[in-house]
């Protein structure tokens, strides 16, 4: 089996909204599809280690930041290479609540979705959540959408662990901290897509001090 | 809602192919995503009223043949825009067999996955078939992937019934067969694209007979 067949294989980027409480929560999917016209639903693979998932769960409702071309590598980092457990992903983003409570991008997007899950199947790694949605709203200023394939060719993103797409055999860089020698696995994301307030889990030293490991 | 604004979410093409008994039939869908990438599935929407559902739903068994941007107008229409209850849509397309017993595309393709369904959902107008990848072979040359944009937009191609991102509001142009009367729906597909060999299924005449409706 050639698992580089799955590479031709055409989607999107999106971010995903919901809330945790008070607090908005998101990260950055691949895998919206539109399954039916009447009602409008779509489905969308939610990896179980993502805490946007769990917020999914618990309140049923999200949202989808359709994502352009023009979306800047930071906002695609800050969604889909952190924890939103402990991260405030919105924080710094142009964003706004859309009714009924969920938080959009309000920049660089093609159009937002609000969507309430009607239906959810637990596979192996992912949720994969079937969702009406409930609005749809364009940008006034057309924009051409983010491919996948333009996010790996154009602007040489990686592809985090938590993507169905990923593929668990390819070798990963990883970097050791200078200071305390704890490793930062690159599966994770590379590690110059990192906020610039990230500082190593254990110690607490600055992404500086974190070297590549041979 | 605008739902104009679905128009922006990102997709490839696909021809899906099974067997009724020994016959191989195949329809168009826009809507194969990877769900998780251990094991490898796969999620694809098809609607109730493609003869192809019912003969997956059978066997258990389809094959995903990924479309090439370099594919003709001709294989869309064949697959998409009639049914294969009565045609044979792989008689005269280059095409061969793949275990355990699949119909695939054998040019004009990125690739090709053989896929067994292990679980589905039935939603309003289609089934959500979700299953695991067997097999996936890679063309020998590689070709650049056909996005539905890429079909709407630069092939001018137009959104059959049976898909999920049918607007069901969008004004349809429609035929009148001059000899009969018989209304062909531009729905199923701008005439233009039926095969050569198209007759009223009223009264037989062929595709020149139809008329432009007002």
Not at 35 to 54: A, D, I, K, M
Not at 79 to 106: C, E, I, Y
Not at 168 to 190: A, L, M, N
Not at 195 to 211: F, H, I, L, N, Y
Request: hydrophobic content about 35%; proline content about 7%.
């Amino acid at each position: 089996m050639d698992r580089s067949a799955l590479n031709d294989m055409t989607y999107g980027l999106f971010v995903l909204g919901a809330m945790d409480g008070a607090r908005p929560v998101g990260c950055v999917v691949n895998t919206v599809v539109q399954l039916t016209s009447e009602p409008v639903t779509v489905g969308v693979s939610v990896n179980h280690n993502n805490y946007t998932n769990e917020c999914i769960k618990k309140t049923g409702l999200f949202s989808v930041s359709i994502l352009s071309e023009e979306v800047p590598m930071e906002t695609i980092a800050a969604f889909g290479f952190q924890s939103g457990r402990n991260t405030d992903k919105f924080a710094g983003m142009k964003s706004r609540m859309k009714q009924p409570g969920v938080p959009v991008l309000s920049e660089n997007i093609c159009g937002t979705l609000v969507c309430r899950v009607v239906e959810s199947m637990e596979l192996s790694t992912h949720t994969l959540f079937i969702a009406e949605v409930m609005d749809a709203e364009r940008a006034k200023v057309p924009l051409p959408p983010l491919t996948y394939a333009y996010y790996l060719k154009v602007k040489n993103g990686t592809v985090p662990k938590n993507a169905p797409t990923y593929i668990p055999s390819e070798k990963k860089e990883h970097y050791d901290c200078s200071v305390c020698g704890f490793r930062y696995d690159d599966g994770e994301g590379p590690l110059e897509f990192l906020p610039a307030g990230w500082t190593c889990p254990r110690c607490g030293s600055p992404k500086d001090a974190m070297e590549k490991g041979t």
